[in-house]
């Protein structure tokens, strides 16, 4: 076999055209379809990782409407003071506390609004009341204020025994004065703020 040096170069040219031919149509056919392929993939893995996301929220759905259909209803129970404005959450406050102190057995003496206020998003409406009594009726009152629905507190108390009058006997129960501050919570959307 005789050596072509003109046969070897063509060869060489014709591998170098062929691999070069081959370079390019990579370049410019399969790198970009393999970049649009890739930048798919990470798209849909994008949408997945969203979806799933989205399916825990959806999955929640019901415990978030529980969640706000309690304290929708929290908010209206009678646990809070209600009227339709606060100066009758106050005036239905002040009757309520006359009632209790007259079904315990106390004598009201005054009761009357106090400011309200606001604490930590709480609205709370305020009272002072001055009723005397035997100590064993005011005890039911402040037990009956504190003790049931609307949730009302007594914020200051102050107790003291009147001085002695004469006609009263030894034997019978003696009478106390007591002043108190009660408060309670009035639902959100019957305050003007």
Known sequence: MSYDPSLVLRRCLFVGINVSSLALLYLLAAQPLISVFTDQADR????????????????????????????????????????????????????????????????????????PTTDKGVRYLKAHLELAGPVAAIYETLRAIEGGEPYLFVGQAVLRMPAGRPDTSPTQEPSIEALLDVYGPVRSHAVAH
């Open 44 to 115: 849909l893995s994008q949408a997945r990782t969203t979806l799933s996301e989205y399916r825990v929220v959806a999955d929640q759905e019901e415990s978030v409407r529980a969640a706000a259909a309690a304290a929708n209803e929290a908010a209206s129970s009678a646990k809070f003071l209600q009227g339709a404005s606060e100066g009758a959450a106050s005036a239905s406050l002040q009757a309520r506390l006359k009632a209790v102190a007259d079904q315990a057995g106390a004598r009201v003496q005054s009761v009357r609004a106090l400011e």
